[in-house]
């Protein structure tokens, strides 16, 4: 029977439960099929923590070995690092992974040689039709002759590659504490920061697909407390917290206090303008205001885009950006093949803070200038009605501008807000931000009882 893909196949990459919606048999398919897509004679593989990710990556690769590719196993990794991989290594690569989801999930994501996306529109529609076709009808034929599966080690040079994009050797000493959340930080983070003047103060660093401790979702702000009553108990200069495949990284200041991811894309923004003058810089729709206006002060073009790594990656190919960021703790870099990595960005972070005397708090203060709502998610009967009947209060209204760049953004002098459904699940996510905490509230309580109503 042909196996039906649509729940699991997403806009970006594959993600479901094990064993329920994929199973090995499935993952073994999908080797296959990306090597097909690709046309890969050799690829790089990595996987999480999760109890199904060393199963199910073993069949992709002979998946694509029985196929004729030869297949690099990195074995356990954090998400930018198989991306690292794929780019020094100059090869398509997989890693499995469901990211902050729970325990009984799993996914791959996937992209072509130098880190470069696979989406729905960049090869994920064909993989998907391939792997439907032959679990119906078969397998493909094995190659006159198979791949080879090798094994290769790659945190070393990850770690000694980011060290390189950051200079952290003159920095005062300071003391982070680190959140992986059971989660691939506890694998990289003793790694990359081996040698740099930091005290860290490790938390939840065992490897653990369960999530014992809590969720591996620092957007979430419960799963931040720990982290925030840690840093101020130990009197540290900051916090980080990782999610479970570590590709986003969140900050908290001194005081506990979560720092936005707007506020860190500005900074990170403005560090990378200095080393790259009148760059380009890439902001997605749901970024602070402060993203656009900081890219300007240091003599950037600010470019801004639909959510979504597939179109900050392809947005960054295209205009020759330096850095990209968005509200959800990604950050791209152009000297990282334009793929995330939470870990640079951090560097970064522990870079500006640490080149001067000041309180984390202090420091970003200039670049967190408005206020915001943060995400709120509501569940809907029918998200399209929902969202129209917001338009149609909005529409015609004097001093607004409307836009449908993804989902609907109403722009006014004084606030602004985002309203966009959830691919994946029946939600309206909404977003906004106004000059005064005042007029945030009440344009956020109005939308709300327009989408809950």
């Not at 356990?76 to 992974?97: E, I």
């Not at 064909?126 to 009808?137: G, K």
């Not at 960021?325 to 990282?336: K, L």
């Not at 009605?385 to 917001?390: L, Q």
Request: glycine share 10%.
């Amino acid at each position: 029977m042909a196996a039906d893909l649509s729940q699991i196949v997403k806009a970006y990459d594959v993600r479901g439960v094990v064993p329920d919606q994929w199973d090995e048999s499935l993952a073994e398919l999908f080797g296959a099929a990306f090597v097909t897509v690709t046309q890969a004679d050799a690829i790089v593989i990595g996987h999480d923590m999760r109890p199904s990710s060393p199963g199910l990556s073993a069949a992709f690769a002979r998946g694509a070995a029985a196929l004729g590719a030869d297949v690099t196993l990195i074995g356990l990794c954090s998400t930018d690092q198989l991306y690292y991989a794929s780019g020094a290594l100059d090869l398509p690569g997989a890693m499995f992974t469901a990211s902050h989801n729970p325990a009984r999930y799993n996914g791959i994501k996937m992209c072509r040689k130098g880190a470069a996306p696979v989406g729905q529109d960049t090869g994920l529609a064909e993989i998907r039709e391939l792997v439907e076709r032959w679990s119906e009808q078969g397998a493909p034929a094995v190659a006159p002759k198979p791949g080879t599966i090798t094994e290769r080690e790659t945190l070393t040079d990850y770690a000694a590659h980011l060290k390189s994009l950051v200079d952290l050797t003159a920095i005062r000493p300071l003391k982070v504490v680190v959140d992986a959340g059971n989660g691939m930080g506890g694998h990289t983070v003793p790694t990359v920061f081996e040698g740099l003047p930091l005290d860290l103060v490790p938390m939840y660093f065992e490897l653990d697909g369960t999530f014992p401790n809590h969720e591996a979702n620092p957007l979430d702000p419960a799963n931040i407390v720990d982290l925030q009553a840690r840093v101020i108990a130990e009197g540290a200069d900051l916090g980080l917290a990782f999610d479970g495949d570590a590709d986003r990284c969140f900050v908290v200041d001194q005081r506990g206090e979560p720092v936005s991811p707007s506020a860190i894309t500005a900074l990170v923004a403005a560090r990378e303008l200095a080393r790259h003058p009148g760059g380009t810089v890439i902001h997605n729709l749901i970024t602070s205001w402060s993203v656009p206006e900081v890219v300007r002060e240091n003599g950037g073009t600010p470019v801004r885009t639909r959510v979504g790594h597939s179109f900050i990656k392809q947005e960054m190919a295209a205009t020759g950006a330096i850095f990209g960021g968005e509200h959800s703790a990604h950050y791209y870099f152009a000297d990282f093949w334009n793929a995330d990595t939470g870990m640079l960005a951090a560097l970064h972070v522990l870079a500006a803070l640490g080149g001067q005397e000041g309180t984390l708090s202090a420091l970003v203060a200039q670049y967190d200038r408005y206020a915001g709502s943060g995400e709120i998610n509501s569940t809907v009967d029918d998200q399209a009605a929902r969202a129209a009947a917001v338009r149609a209060a909005y529409e015609g209204r004097d001093g607004l501008t409307l836009d449908e760049l993804d989902g609907l953004t109403v722009t006014a002098q004084d606030w602004w807000f985002n309203l966009r459904a959830s691919n994946t699940e029946p939600l309206l996510r909404l977003n906004v931000e106004a000059r005064d905490e005042a007029t945030m509230a009440k344009v956020r309580d109005e939308v709300l009882a327009l989408v809950r109503g």
